[in-house]
């Protein structure tokens, strides 16, 4: 399957589903370790990220670049408390990527 979902309907009720999703890297931000970037499709944007434990997936996340197309399976996760987005649909969780 392509995709499971848009980049711009999933939710705090998603929480632990896995997930697939494709689309271009919007932005990446790399934190000492992890990787995050909001990947982008025509819908809207998720914050996906990247642990370092994880060394194929880190790669793919280490090597992103914006416009680079990308597709990830991986978990939605909440985000810790006071690191939500409220700017984004998605703003309130992230996807841990388990296979890029």
């Known amino acids: 399957m392509f995709?499971?979902?848009t980049?711009?309907?999933?939710?705090k009720a998603h929480d632990g589903r896995e997930v697939e999703l494709?689309?271009?890297?919007h932005r990446r931000r790399d934190h000492g370790g992890l990787i995050f970037i909001d990947l982008r499709d025509g819908y809207g944007l998720?914050?996906?990220t990247f642990h370092p434990d994880n060394k194929e997936a880190y790669?793919?996340?280490d090597a992103g670049r914006p416009?680079?197309?990308i597709q990830i399976k991986?978990?939605?996760?909440?985000?810790?408390?006071g690191m939500e987005n409220k700017n984004l649909?998605?703003?309130?969780?992230?996807?841990?990527v388990e296979h890029a």
Do not use: F, M, S
């Open 3 to 5: 995709r499971t979902h």
């Open 7 to 11: 980049c711009n309907e999933l939710n």
């Open 22 to 25: 494709a689309g271009w890297v």
């Open 46 to 48: 998720t914050q996906i």
């Open 59 to 61: 790669k793919i996340g």
């Open 67 to 69: 416009e680079y197309v």
């Open 74 to 81: 991986g978990t939605v996760k909440k985000r810790p408390e």
């Open 89 to 96: 649909q998605t703003g309130d969780i992230e996807v841990l």
